[in-house]
């Protein structure tokens, strides 16, 4: 069999979600092939090392294969998928295995981890000061992500009694893991 990927790396995901990757499985062979997945786990190790704080979690618990047996002809493709749960504040790391009926093994490697959004705003207040109605006044701010999961924002006018005076350079988007976007507001009266 021949493997799109050895290292499957989820990246982090926001904390209790999932997050599925699809691996090409190919039978480059000529017989026919029948297999399926297993994790490896050394259950005494991951329960000795598991604190209040970080309790021991099965490996089945986190990640998941779909389908978990298969069959290829020589040359066909299947499109196999991997899921990670997203476990509050947690890394993990595990290894899974593909017995191929009476061939060889292939292992896996599967990461992932999961976090909160973290963000912040590099100021709280835009002061326009005084503005002549024929001029118009911009002010800028950042919109900072301090966590390592990327979200979506959106900036709403609701709350402003006059919104049709501004404009909002990127009233939506999305900011990176440690990345920050820029926010151009522009009043005109």
């Known amino acids: ?12 995901v926001l ?22 997945w297993s994790f490896v786990e050394d259950e005494e190790t991951a329960k000795s090392a598991a604190t209040a704080r970080k309790p021991y979690i099965p490996v089945n618990q986190v990640f998941d294969i779909l389908p978990i047996r298969s069959y290829l002809k020589p040359g066909e493709s299947e499109d196999i998928e991997f899921v990670y749960y997203g ?4 890394r993990f790391k595990g290894l899974t295995v593909c017995e191929v009926e009476g061939g060889p093994e292939y292992e896996i490697t599967l990461l992932g981890e999961a976090s ?14 005084k503005v002549l109605h ?8 950042h919109v900072i992500n301090t966590g390592k999961v990327a979200f979506n924002y959106t900036i709403s006018t609701k709350l402003v009694s006059r919104p049709e005076l501004f404009e909002i350079s990127a009233p939506s988007g999305k900011v990176f893991p440690h990345e920050k976007q820029k926010i151009v507001v522009k009043f005109r009266p």
Request: charged letters at 30%; a negative charge; aromatic letters at 12%.
């Open 87 to 90: 476990h509050n504040n947690r």
């Open 15 to 36: 904390n209790d979600t999932t997050k599925t990757m699809l691996v090409k499985v190919t039978n480059v062979s000529k017989v026919d092939t029948a297999f399926s």
């Open 134 to 141: 024929t001029k118009s006044e911009e002010r800028e701010f």
């Open 116 to 129: 909160q959004v973290g963000f912040k705003l590099d100021r709280s207040l835009l002061d326009f000061g």
């Open 1 to 12: 069999l021949d493997f799109e990927y050895t290292v499957i790396n989820f990246g982090c």
